[in-house]
């Protein structure tokens, strides 16, 4: 299993860059780091997903170094509306049919 | 696109009543369902997982006699809490997948009250 460590909170102020490191030690080879959103009494929403190196959408942006043990959610310019959780899984390879969270990162954006 | 619906978004029953939560995928077909619970400030908590035509693999400790999981479709799993008890109060959320290594989709959950 795919046991996934994240800060618990971090805060920022509207504009910035925000920057949340997962750890993944364990990965496997077929595993893929997907990164959510949730907002209280909200299902999690998808933000973005990788296999190896960087990855860019409208949103957000995923680095994972070569060895893939971690990754870093990058959210360019947060506002107020980004204030949310958010949660690394790791998943859909050998570790597929366990798809837990971990405990996630409580993001606060300040104005 | 990858909408998945759940209802009912909330429900009220009575201690000893069941309750059937429905989770669908509207534009696509989903491979494989997943069941969450989240309590208060908590992260979500895998209940099991569903494949289209098997029966459910339920994580250790929930009782799959409590609660019965059906996948009788690619786009419809559901639910159902039995006798349900003051203690199943909680937020229970489906996520669904098209397949390996797809992200998850998820619904806008069940707040469910028990009383």
């Known amino acids: 299993l795919a046991k996934t460590t994240q800060p618990i909170s971090m805060d920022s102020y509207e504009g910035q860059e925000v920057n949340i490191t997962c750890s993944h030690n364990n990965i496997a080879t077929n595993d893929y780091i997907t990164w959510y959103q949730q907002f209280p009494s909200q299902g999690p929403r998808f933000i973005i997903q990788?296999?190896?190196t960087k990855v860019t959408n409208e949103v957000a942006s995923l680095f994972i170094p070569a060895d893939r043990k971690s990754s870093t959610l990058s959210l360019p310019r947060v506002s107020l509306s980004d204030t949310a959780v958010y949660y690394c899984l790791v998943g859909g390879g050998e570790n597929d049919y366990k798809l837990s969270f971990g405990a996630g990162t409580t993001v606060t954006v300040r104005a | 696109g990858a909408v998945v619906s759940q209802h009912p978004s909330w429900v009220i029953c009575k201690s000893g009543t069941s309750v059937k939560i429905e989770c669908r995928s509207l534009?696509?077909?989903?491979?494989?369902m997943f069941w969450y619970r989240q309590f208060p400030k908590q992260s979500l908590m895998l209940m099991a997982t569903?494949?289209?035509?098997?029966?459910?693999?339920?994580e250790q400790g929930v009782e799959k006699d409590k609660f019965l999981i059906n996948h009788a479709s690619l786009t419809l799993s559901t639910l159902t809490v039995t006798s349900a008890h003051p203690e199943d109060s909680s937020f229970y959320i489906c996520?669904?997948?098209?397949?390996?290594?797809?992200?998850?989709?998820f619904g806008n959950g069940t707040r469910l009250t028990v009383t």
């Open positions: 996520s669904a997948r098209k397949e390996y290594n797809s992200p998850l989709h």
């Open positions: 534009d696509f077909q989903a491979t494989t």
């Open positions: 990788g296999y190896k």
């Open positions: 569903s494949n289209e035509g098997s029966k459910a693999t339920y």
